[in-house]
């Protein structure tokens, strides 16, 4: 908010503060004063009011909060009736993408170009918090864990090496819930039993596959990596995200498809797939086209499809429960950063995987319950209400070599006929014999119903 003296001339030299025509807010000038209303004129001569009840959430008088010659923000709500507005002070962004290609389809790195051109999206480096939690149970997906292995969630006290201090990670809320299945670690999204799992499966395994993922450059090699402690943008963690719906291969994302020059020649094509063959098919035929690409398989299509499952059960059961109401085929993971500095939340559907952050430019925190359940995820859930449709967000497609077994989904093993709550859950074929699943534990096949990992 400036101060200028009122003249048929205050306009002048304003335009620096001009914003976006999309987001249809007017430069004005308070000309008076009244109990329950001040008298505007925008930068366009336009005049009108701001009625108190536009801005009673300040909880302020209207002779405290301005004087004449004031200049602020304002938005047209009808009939010359003006809203106040300021600029935030929390920004953030937003990145949709296609999984199967790379395509950015959609990027936001800001509230505002003009007011600044730093992208949020793809410059900002940021602690990613629980988001990056997927990638550690993948890696134990790959590492002969399942989705009702138990790992213990209880207090836990680290030695992180010379001259660094103890660490002892806590879980949101400070309470500990004792062994619980992979599912509700990853559902509920418990700090102790990722920690474990990461400890138990190796800090250096864990820092590889980052960087094999393209998440990370040259990670710590600290177990809080297992948290989100390391740094990384919103475009490289969404890009991860993509291997979760096509199979477990590695994209790049792509922001310019091609480039021709003034006589229609491609002298740059991103496009990374080819179709075989397509020469020789017909319309008339019964053959299909086969779209080939040379993508990096990270991990397997079935680990894909188990995490897809966990993910789903985030917004069924977990932290993303939020967005139940939508009656969508969702997938998808919140992150809170300590402190509340940092929120996020990426998800996806069959065909989008769409990534926000939320935080200040200058990090500080957000609010005592700025979650990313809180306050990132209900970016994600007004775009997908604004921009997806059903067909969308099919039901995600089962990978070859899984098989599913109805389980109880507390505590891992087969649901009995008495059983009250039951969920398909999503095993590995050639780890399931005879209605068992079979373990690689110590070298050996065990054949108990679950593994148990203390």
């Known amino acids: ?22 987001i249809d807010w007017k430069i004005a000038i308070i000309k008076k004063i009244s109990k329950f209303s001040i008298e505007i004129e925008t930068k366009d001569k336009i005049e009108g009011i701001i009625d108190y009840n536009n801005i009673s959430w300040t909880k302020k008088e209207l002779d405290d909060l301005f004087s004449v010659g004031d200049i602020i923000y304002v938005k047209n709500i009808r009939d010359n009736n003006f809203s106040l507005k300021q600029l935030p002070k929390i920004n953030g962004g937003i990145v949709v993408m296609d999984p199967f290609t ?21 410059q900002a480096l940021r602690q990613p918090g629980s988001a990056f939690k997927p990638f550690v149970y993948a890696l134990a997906l790959e590492n002969n864990y399942t989705p009702s292995s138990l790992v213990l969630d209880a207090p836990l006290v680290l030695d992180q090496g010379t001259d660094l201090k103890m660490w002892k990670p806590e879980n949101y809320g400070k309470k500990f819930y004792g062994p619980s299945t992979l599912r509700i670690g990853l559902e509920k999204s418990r700090n102790l039993m990722t920690v474990r799992i990461a400890k138990n499966l190796g800090v250096d395994k864990v820092a590889e596959f980052s960087k ?18 390391a740094e990384t943008t919103l475009l490289k963690l969404t890009s991860a995200y993509s291997a979760f719906v096509n199979g477990g291969k590695l994209v790049t994302p792509i922001l310019i498809d091609r480039v021709q020059d003034s006589e229609g020649n491609t002298i740059l094509n991103n496009e990374n797939r080819s179709c075989l063959n397509c020469d020789k098919l017909s319309y008339t035929g019964k053959d299909f086209p086969d779209v080939a690409d040379n993508f990096k398989q990270i991990f397997s299509p079935q680990t894909a499809y188990q995490i897809t499952s966990l993910l789903e059960g985030v917004v069924k059961r977990g932290t993303g429960k939020k967005l139940r109401d939508l009656n969508l085929n969702l997938a998808g993971k919140t992150g809170t950063t300590n402190k509340n500095t940092d929120a996020w939340f990426i998800g996806y559907t069959s065909n989008y995987v769409i990534g926000v952050y939320v935080g200040m430019d200058n990090p500080q925190p957000l609010g005592k319950f700025e979650t990313g359940s809180k306050t990132a995820l209900p970016i994600f ?10 067909s969308d967000a099919r039901p995600f497609k089962v990978a070859d070599g899984i098989t599913m077994m109805v389980v109880d989904p507390t505590t891992g093993q087969k649901a009995k006929f008495s059983s009250k709550d039951t969920i398909l859950e999503a095993y590995k074929s050639k780890n399931v014999i005879d209605g068992k699943v079979l373990y690689l534990n110590n070298n050996r096949l065990d054949t108990n119903n679950i593994l148990k990992f203390y």
Request: glycine share 8%; aromatic share 12%; proline share 1%.
């Open 1 to 22: 908010m400036l101060n200028k003296s009122y003249s048929k001339n205050w306009s002048v030299g304003l335009d620096k503060y001009d914003l976006e025509n999309s």
């Open 102 to 122: 790379g395509r950015v389809v959609a990027l936001s790195g800001g509230f505002s170009f003009k007011n600044s051109e730093f992208n949020r999206a793809s």
């Open 212 to 229: 094999n993922l393209g998440i990370y450059e040259n990670p710590d090699k600290l177990l809080s990596i297992s948290l989100g402690s």
């Open 381 to 390: 859930k007004e775009f997908i209400e604004s921009a997806i449709r059903k």
